[in-house]
């Protein structure tokens, strides 16, 4: 166990009442028995990390069926750097082409730019044109695993180092589920026999290929 919620956050967020995962992992067969959720992962952009957590310590402790885990993935962007870019020449000559050539007499007024527009927007041409860093900074990604600290604990804590995705690190680390987080206590026995030692590591060069594609 390698963190903890500092007390001055447990009342920071409001609490939802009903609140949907952004993705989960559940065990069940909805045909027979009603589903349980085992691992829930939370994704943070906007929100800040404090918030995050806030997520996993509603799931883990205020749910009626509270996951085994709680996976967070916080994504990072350089905002600073990026609004330091939007005001150099070259990024408002791009900008300018672009307005210029797809968008139509009332942007282009809306803009300060005289003309009559363009009759519509070719998507191809407009997709070629476009350079990716003038409207999203280097992002920055990690994952951390959080559960709670005990079965009769009213806290939470994260378990494990922190997983950096963003940048590569140069000794990078996968995250670990063991089949105990994936498997409810009162359905373990049907697995015989059961090994709670058991892992699934979670590739990260796989979230690497994805980040920078989308």
Known sequence: MTGSVPSTLANRKAQAVTKCPDSAVVFGNKRVEPLIPTVVVEVGFSQSYEDLVLDARQWLLRSTRP??????V?????IASLRSHKCTIAYQSRLKTLLLQHCDAYALASADLDGTGAPEINVDVLRKQIVIEDWVENLRVFIEVWLRSS???????????????LPVPETP??????ITDLIP????????PFDR?????LDMKDFESVFPDS
């Open 151 to 165: 079965a009769e604990s009213d806290n939470i804590c994260s378990r494990g180092a922190r997983c950096h995705i």
């Open 197 to 201: 030692n058991r892992q699934l590591t």
């Open 67 to 72: 996951p085994n885990v709680v996976i967070l």
């Open 74 to 78: 916080k994504i990072e962007e350089g």
């Open 173 to 178: 680390t996968d995250p670990v589920l063991y």
């Open 185 to 192: 206590d009162q359905h373990q026995q049907r697995f015989q």
